[in-house]
């Protein structure tokens, strides 16, 4: 079954074809990034409108590199949310009337289903997670815990209960002058300060909610923490370097130490890491130390797909198509969508 994947929820327009028996065959990804820098932050009707513009001719060149025709195609998944209202829309409507012109079923996907399964579309048997395991969902819009007892049977076993972690990274790294997408830039600031001896450790934030049981997050306060060290500092580039090295160490220790719990309480050894924050190169270290320390293992999908893309849809939908399940005719989103 060869299924095509649309992602719109935000600000990437994706899309891949994956094929049941010959796994990826083609994937691109267009980023908006520099349309919003300017605003600081995703504007929601200058992304939609952006998809419109792009994902026709992504749709041509991922069908030209798989060297396949739209009547190659055997359904058409996209993601109809959680995410942005208009651009989730585009993909939906260009998915379900491309369904419908081919005769070929088109399913909905749950964006974070995606992210969950990422790791999945690995092609070496040996490196790919097998259900059952415990998924670390760290983007922009989420921070949870999940346990995958199965494919499609997911039990939520904590969340934010305020920023998400991507959401901390970006807030922080404003607060502290950096554009926008922040996150990458704070990592890569916080790499710096560890070149200056003596200056890892000159600031030491709080881990959230780790003094008390539970696999719950909070990230708000630590943005407040970072506001107050900012702004009670000499603002140099030095402090503002080590400002970052403090917020991304107690980022990615509370992670770390709800992770382990996390694996506890669900009795498995493996836990998989997706999302756009699975890029911090310290938070994978860290995890890789925690899991090693309990026997068991860390995975991590392909780091192009550890943030929005659209393979990570085309597979969830081509496993539920699979299955047998699909739409009907009329087009649904849900900007707001428990998984
Ligand atoms: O999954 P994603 O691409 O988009 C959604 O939010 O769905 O995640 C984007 C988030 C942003 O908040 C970005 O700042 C963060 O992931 N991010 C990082 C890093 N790379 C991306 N945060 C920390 N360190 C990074 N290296
Ligand atoms: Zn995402």
Same mark, same amino acid.
């Given at each position: 079954?060869?299924?095509?994947?649309?992602?719109?929820?935000?600000?990437?327009?994706?899309?891949?074809?994956?094929?049941?028996?010959?796994?990826?065959?083609?994937?691109?990804?267009?980023?908006?990034?520099?349309?919003?820098?300017?605003?600081?932050?995703?504007?929601?009707?200058?992304?939609?409108?952006?998809?419109?513009?792009?994902?026709?001719?992504?749709?041509?060149?991922?069908?030209?590199?798989?060297?396949?025709?739209?009547?190659?195609?055997?359904?058409?998944?996209?993601?109809?949310?959680?995410?942005?209202?208009?651009?989730?829309?585009?993909?939906?409507?260009?998915?379900?009337?491309?369904?419908?012109?081919?005769?070929?079923?088109?399913?909905?996907?749950?964006?974070?289903?995606?992210?969950?399964?990422?790791?999945?579309?690995?092609?070496?048997?040996?490196?790919?997670?097998?259900?059952?395991?415990?998924?670390?969902?760290?983007?922009?819009?989420?921070?949870?815990?999940?346990?995958?007892?199965?494919?499609?049977?997911?039990?939520?076993?904590?969340?934010?209960?305020? $920023? %998400? #972690? *991507?959401?901390?990274?970006?807030?922080? !790294?404003?607060?502290? +002058?950096?554009?926008?997408?922040?996150?990458?830039? =704070?990592?890569?600031?916080?790499?710096?300060?560890?070149?200056?001896?003596?200056?890892?450790?000159?600031?030491?934030?709080?881990?959230?909610?780790?003094?008390?049981?539970?696999?719950?997050?909070?990230?708000?306060?630590?943005?407040?923490?970072?506001?107050?060290?900012?702004?009670?500092?000499?603002?140099?580039?030095?402090?503002?370097?080590?400002?970052?090295?403090?917020?991304?160490?107690?980022?990615?220790?509370?992670?770390?130490?709800?992770?382990?719990?996390?694996? $506890? %309480? #669900? *009795?498995?050894?493996?836990?998989?890491? !997706?999302?756009?924050? +699975?890029?911090?190169?310290?938070?994978?270290?860290? =995890?890789?130390?925690?899991?090693?320390?309990?026997?068991?293992?860390?995975?991590?999908?392909?780091?192009?797909?550890?943030?929005?893309?659209?393979?990570?849809?085309?597979?969830?939908?081509?496993?539920?198509?699979?299955?047998?399940?699909?739409?009907?005719?009329?087009?649904?989103?849900?900007?707001?969508?428990?998984?």
């Amino acid at each position: 079954m060869k299924v095509l994947g649309i992602e719109t929820s935000c600000d990437e327009t994706g899309v891949a074809v994956y094929d049941t028996d010959a796994g990826l065959r083609a994937h691109a990804l267009y980023s908006q990034i520099a349309l919003h820098a300017e605003y600081g932050g995703v504007v929601p009707e200058l992304a939609s409108r952006d998809h419109v513009r792009k994902l026709l001719p992504l749709i041509r060149q991922t069908l030209a590199e798989a060297g396949l025709a739209t009547g190659d195609l055997d359904g058409v998944a996209y993601t109809a949310g959680p995410g942005l209202v208009g651009a989730l829309l585009v993909g939906a409507g260009v998915a379900r009337a491309l369904a419908w012109a081919l005769e070929v079923p088109a399913i909905g996907v749950h964006h974070m289903e995606g992210h969950l399964l990422a790791p999945l579309l690995e092609n070496d048997p040996q490196g790919r997670p097998e259900p059952p395991f415990v998924a670390l969902l760290v983007s922009g819009g989420h921070t949870q815990l999940v346990h995958v007892e199965a494919i499609g049977r997911y039990r939520l076993l904590g969340e934010t209960l305020d $920023d %998400a #972690a *991507g959401e901390a990274f970006d807030k922080t !790294a404003k607060l502290m +002058g950096l554009p926008y997408p922040g996150g990458p830039q =704070l990592a890569a600031l916080a790499e710096r300060s560890d070149k200056l001896p003596g200056h890892p450790g000159a600031f030491r934030f709080s881990r959230p909610m780790t003094d008390r049981p539970g696999l719950d997050f909070s990230f708000s306060g630590l943005k407040t923490q970072v506001l107050l060290a900012w702004r009670n500092s000499d603002q140099s580039d030095e402090t503002r370097a080590d400002i970052a090295r403090g917020f991304e160490d107690a980022v990615v220790e509370t992670l770390a130490i709800k992770c382990g719990r996390a694996l $506890d %309480a #669900a *009795g498995c050894g493996t836990l998989v890491v !997706a999302g756009g924050v +699975g890029a911090n190169k310290r938070l994978r270290v860290r =995890l890789e130390e925690m899991a090693r320390e309990r026997g068991g293992r860390v995975s991590f999908p392909r780091p192009e797909f550890c943030t929005d893309n659209g393979a990570m849809i085309a597979f969830a939908g081509a496993l539920r198509l699979q299955a047998g399940q699909h739409d009907d005719a009329s087009v649904r989103v849900a900007p707001r969508w428990d998984m």
